[in-house]
């Protein structure tokens, strides 16, 4: 599944292929982890993704922006989206497709949000605020970020 019209945000120019292989059943899933929302298990999960990645030859530098970025959406999973119940469930998936781009998934059960509702961390008046850059910051190190089922799930492309 790709991003909904109108719920990508793409901050580097696409590939020209970048629409081929992109079907759901074309990406190969692998890691699928699910966790209680706890935050000292979000270290456990990306240190596993970062394994992946190695053992996928993705070069230092990606490895580096898509572990950030993950870890950003596992926080943001677990604080907002579970709001730290550790009943709960947070889901990881890594998945990669043909041409081996990778794509992350992180899903919580909450009632999901509104991305576009978020205040811009640039602007004076939150330049000095404690929390709010996480969906930004993920924007910055990701190709392509969606928000899908109600905003309480993430995809995060990495070409």
């Known amino acids: 599944m790709s991003c909904p019209s109108g719920s990508s945000h793409s901050n580097h120019e696409m590939p020209p292929d970048s629409n081929a292989g992109r079907p759901e059943n074309e990406l190969s899933e692998l890691l699928n982890i699910g966790f209680f929302a706890d935050t000292e298990a979000i270290g456990t999960v990306a240190d596993a993704i970062t394994e992946t990645l190695i053992q996928l030859q993705v070069p230092e530098q990606k490895r580096l922006e898509i572990g950030l970025a993950v870890q950003e959406a596992l926080v943001n999973a677990v604080v907002h989206g579970c ?51 996480g969906v930004y910051l993920i924007r910055q190190l990701m190709d392509e970020v969606c928000f899908e089922r109600r905003g309480n799930e993430i995809r995060m492309w990495k070409y």
């Open 83 to 133: 709001k730290n119940d550790p009943s709960k469930e947070v889901r990881c998936r890594l998945q990669s497709d043909p041409l081996g781009r990778i794509v992350i998934t992180v899903t919580d059960p909450g009632p999901g949000f509104s991305p576009d509702l978020l205040s811009d961390p640039k602007r004076q008046e939150n330049v000095y605020a404690d929390h709010g850059r």
